[in-house]
């Protein structure tokens, strides 16, 4: 599976929009590109995921560039509650099932 | 439709001791995934059942190993309890366990070790 790379940290005001950017520059055509994120001491929440379009579900909306190196994920109005630790995960469509975790982007959500 | 659950949620051990920790997959999931999550490591994956059978294992000494029933719940088992297995262990289920699946996290067991 890519490697990806994210900021270690952000914050947002309450109410903006959050963009989460995630570079995978080594992206394959058969990866998809999987977004999770965990609440304190919680389990990893599934977000969404895509493999070339933009994708949009209740939660949020996935930007994946043209060449996918890289995509972004956007919460369109950030809460407190979405203060959480967000990853960015590359997934091969074959192979095995396990997920691979980086350190993820600290997300803080501002008053 | 309930989700993963894991129990139980906390647990105290002292060391050389062993441990077994459940999961029940969301109904319908054939696929349940082991996670250990420390400060140090972040999240690692331990291994992976399906069909009563473990399908893919993570580089975790042997200490570490697990079990799928008929109806698809899991338990993992650590046996002689070191110092450094204090951690959150994390269940995830999916439908057939392919990589294209979701996986779906429990709340997860916080093992401390004494």
């Known amino acids: 599976d890519a490697k990806t790379t994210q900021p270690t940290s952000m914050d947002c005001a309450e109410g903006r929009a959050a963009n989460l950017p995630c570079n995978h520059s080594t992206i394959s055509g058969n990866e998809y590109v999987y977004w999770y994120r965990q609440i304190h001491s919680q389990g990893p929440q599934y977000i969404i995921h895509g493999l070339k379009n933009n994708e949009t579900n209740e939660m949020a909306s996935l930007i994946i560039t043209e060449d996918r190196k890289s995509s972004t994920l956007i919460l369109p109005h950030a809460t407190l509650r979405d203060t959480a630790v967000y990853y960015c995960i590359v997934r091969a469509q074959t192979g095995a099932n396990n997920l691979f975790f980086g350190t993820g982007t600290r997300l803080t959500v501002i008053p | 439709k309930a989700g993963v659950t894991q129990t139980p949620r906390y647990l105290i051990k002292t060391r050389g001791q062993q441990v077994t920790l459940s999961c029940s997959p969301i109904?319908?999931?054939?696929?349940v995934s082991w996670y250990q999550q420390t400060p140090g490591q972040g999240l690692q994956f331990l291994f992976e059942y399906f069909s009563e059978t473990q399908r893919n294992k993570g580089n975790f000494p042997g200490r570490f190993s697990g079990r799928q029933f008929s109806n698809s719940r899991s338990e993992m088992n650590v046996s002689t309890l070191e110092l450094g297995d204090s951690a959150l262990y994390l269940c995830?289920?999916?439908?057939?366990?392919?990589?294209?699946?979701?996986?779906?996290f429990g709340p997860g067991t916080r093992l401390t070790v004494l």
């Open positions: 109904s319908g999931h054939r696929s």
């Open positions: 995830a289920s999916s439908w057939e366990g392919h990589s294209t699946d979701t996986q779906y």
